[in-house]
């Protein structure tokens, strides 16, 4: 991807979780059932704001948006957030036998921040060993 596609994908995506957290405690608090107050914050932390710091760190850095690992990582945390959080609202509701997709929804969630921390550690230490190199040479 390029000009920060991916980035911009990151902010589509933060918002849609926005507005389903905003409807869902609108929904918790007009009916006074807070049962499902984890799915509610799980929204808000992996959706909007993990989704937003992702597209915002893109933005800083594009190389962290770039290539193989990088299209990896954005769709493990987009398949895995969703189902995750579908299995662990199922599980509150006493759905029986969803203990094993919530347990590899999370386990895809743990990878794609796994895989993220690892594109911001090598592509942005990356870039600015580099910078640091091309100063270096014009000075």
């Known amino acids: 991807m390029t000009d920060n596609t991916r980035s911009r994908a990151w902010f589509c995506m933060a ?19 807070h049962s499902l107050m984890a799915v509610h914050a799980h929204l808000n932390l992996l959706g909007w704001v993990s989704m937003s710091l992702f597209g915002l760190i893109g933005m800083a850095y594009p190389a962290i948006t770039q290539g193989r ?32 997709l919530l347990g590899i929804a999370s386990a895809l969630v743990g990878l794609a921040a796994a895989l993220f921390a690892w594109l911001v550690i090598t592509r942005i230490s990356m870039q600015r060993v580099t910078a640091s190199a091309v100063q270096r040479r014009a000075s």
């Open 69 to 100: 690992m990088a299209s990896w990582q954005f769709w493990l945390h987009n398949i895995g957030t969703p189902v995750m959080l579908g299995a662990l609202a199922a599980q509150i509701k006493g759905v029986a036998g969803v203990d094993p």
């Open 15 to 33: 918002v849609i979780y926005f507005v389903v957290a905003v409807a869902l405690g609108l929904v918790m608090g007009g009916s006074g059932d």
